[in-house]
Structures are given as C-alpha cells and as structure tokens.
C-alpha cells in the first residue's frame, strides 16, 4: 500500500465525517510497533473504514488484526479498503458490538477507539484476551480539550460523554492492573496502559 492510497483514504473518510486517528496518534501507534517487535497480535476495537488498522500492518509483515466496527456500512467500506490495499490476509472485519464479542484469541496490543463512554466496559470485557505484558492503548482522552476543560463545550450530552472519559482516565491511571502512561500532547489525547499482573 502507497503512503498516497491510505492519506487518499484518511482525506476521503474526513471529507464524509468519518472519525479517523489524528496523525500524530497514528505515528504514535506506528513507532510503537516498531519499538515492540514482540506486538504480533492485535485487537482494534473500532474500525471506522480501516486506516489505521492499515497503517498498523503496514510496520511489519508478522502483524495479525481483528478489527471490530459496530456499523455494518462502514465495516463493509473497510473490507473493501483493507482488500484493495493488499491486506485481507492479515486484517480480519468483524460486525457487531464489541463488548459482545468472543474470541479465544490472545493479544499483544488491544486498540480501543470506539464508543468513548463504554472504554471500561470495553477493557473489563477484553481483559481475558490479555496477557501480562498486553499493551491496552485508547485514543480521544482529551476529546478536543474538553475532558479538562469543561467550558469549551455548551453541549449536554458532549459534557456528560467528557466527564465519562475523565473518570475512566482516573481509574485507568489508578488501576493496579495497568502501567499507564497519558500522552495528552499526542493526537487527542492517547494512553497506553501495559498489563502488569
């Protein structure tokens, strides 16, 4: 896949208000892959049209993903990206709402941009698919500011969505679980909470 097909993609999927990573979160993800040779396996929870599930095997060629996305639509648009771009073999769709999914598959990396009120559910769902060493990495802690700064936003049900992150981001931060880092320059704000027991 060429860096113009996938920035065509992420441009494309902008225009139609499609949420996609911000750069600097992908290349976060990227160098991540690059540093962690051990990160094989991965879970994405929410697809969108397939960017940054591109961009993640597109590090290194022993890179295996399931992603899943809630949206019919937009899975079936991603099925069709990942195939034009050469990675159906690596890069596996599924439909349906995350916290009903099973699998006995185990992950090195479990990717979490979806439903930003439903982060913990999500992780206590997934925690199974995990091993010691398992690095969790969510996007949008930030959302646009307002998470800490409340004032930037009018909007009830934006404000209700932001205190939802800020309490996760707290309990993540204070999960015994977890060794959490919170990049809140990156992207729209990125944590990577690495399972330690």
């Not at 999927?13 to 051990?38: C, N, S, T, W, Y």
């Not at 206590?124 to 930030?142: A, Q, R």
């Not at 307002?146 to 969505?161: E, F, G, K, W, Y």
Request: proline share 2%; glycine share 6%; charged share 30%.
């Amino acid at each position: 896949m060429s860096d113009d097909e996938l920035n065509r993609l992420i441009r494309q999927a902008r225009d139609h208000q499609i949420p996609v990573m911000k750069e600097e979160g992908i290349a976060f993800l990227r160098q991540l892959l690059q540093e962690r040779e051990e990160i094989q396996k991965i879970l994405e929870v929410g697809t969108a049209v397939g960017c940054s599930s591109m961009e993640m095997a597109s590090v290194r060629e022993d890179i295996m993903i399931d992603t899943l996305e809630l949206d019919p639509e937009r899975a079936q648009q991603a099925v069709k990206n990942i195939h034009d771009c050469g990675y159906s073999d690596r890069i596996f769709v599924h439909v349906g709402e995350a916290a009903e999914y099973i699998t006995m598959a185990v992950y090195d990396l479990i990717f979490i941009d979806a439903a930003k009120s439903q982060y913990g559910r999500y992780t206590e769902h997934f925690m199974e698919n995990s091993h010691i060493g398992t690095l969790f990495v969510y996007d949008n802690l930030s959302f646009h500011g307002i998470v800490d700064d409340p004032a930037l936003s009018h909007n009830r049900s934006t404000l209700q969505m932001t205190r939802k992150i800020r309490e996760f981001r707290e309990h993540l931060l204070n999960d015994k679980r977890f060794h959490t880092i919170f990049y809140e320059e990156i992207g729209d704000g990125v944590a990577a909470a690495e399972r330690i027991i």
